[in-house]
């Protein structure tokens, strides 16, 4: 079982609809990521919140938009998606080591999205 | 800049065999190495990490690694595959002390029985 919770587990939408994809860990972690993961790909990365600010943004399309409420939580909003964006959407977390190496990242199972 | 080959887009062995998964990688600075499996639907798993420590590395389910730098190499491998062991596996890499992970493109193995 993994520790770093994500719901919900399947979404299908359509382009005009409002979704949002929920992640929590209670690891500890302040650093939390989103990935995008297309089929047989490696993931991609999307975002990466730090002590719960915004310290990494891939590029990404303001129709994706993710939130931090606090160091337990991460979302991500979904707004007029185009079907391109189906995709496995994976949540991360991992520690901050300050001064030291690299804390490996902890993976959701991941929410399956379908873009219709 | 970093980045990853995993020489072997697929791998094929027979159930009792050995596994040996390749990956290579490039970093400017001491690199720190992880190993990953993804079972159909569902996220990554860690296997193993490599951070300076011992080169020779034990992870879960019987699979190690070892680091070697001068070949740039941290090649995955496990006495004996199982039926289980069927999945995708990725080699990363990072070597800052942010949240820069380089995903190598992926192995898939398939254990035939």
């Known amino acids: 079982d993994t520790e770093v919770t994500q719901t919900p587990k399947h979404l299908v939408m359509g382009m005009t609809n409002k979704k949002s994809l929920k992640c929590e860990q209670h690891?500890?972690?302040?650093?939390m990521y989103w990935y995008k993961q297309k089929a047989k790909k490696p993931p991609e990365l999307m975002f990466v919140?730090?002590?719960?600010?915004?310290?990494i943004n891939e590029s990404v399309p303001s129709r994706f938009s993710p939130e931090c409420p606090n160091s337990s939580l991460l979302n991500l909003h979904l707004h007029a998606l185009q079907p391109e964006d189906s995709a496995l959407y994976l949540c991360?977390?991992?520690?901050?080591?300050?001064?030291?190496?690299?804390?490996?990242?902890?993976f959701g199972n991941g929410t399956r999205l379908t873009v219709t | 800049a970093q980045s990853v080959t995993q020489l072997d887009s697929h791998v094929s062995v027979s159930e009792g065999t050995p596994v040996l998964l390749r990956c290579n990688y490039s970093?400017?600075?001491?690199?720190?190495l992880f190993w990953y499996v993804q079972h159909p639907n569902k996220g990554l798993q860690l296997l193993l990490k490599?951070?300076?420590?011992?080169?020779l590395v034990k992870g879960i389910n019987g699979f190690e690694a070892e680091f070697k730098k001068s070949e740039t190499s941290f090649h995955l491998t496990k006495p004996s595959a199982h039926m289980s062991d069927a999945a995708e596996y990725f080699c990363?890499?990072?070597?800052?002390?942010?949240?820069?992970?380089?995903f190598g493109p992926g192995t898939r193995l398939s254990v035939l029985p």
């Open positions: 991360a977390s991992s520690q901050v080591l300050q001064g030291a190496r690299n804390s490996p990242l902890h």
């Open positions: 690891m500890g972690h302040r650093a």
């Open positions: 919140y730090s002590y719960e600010k915004l310290s």
């Open positions: 970093s400017s600075y001491s690199p720190s």
């Open positions: 490599y951070t300076s420590a011992a080169t």
């Open positions: 990363v890499v990072t070597t800052s002390y942010g949240q820069n992970f380089v």
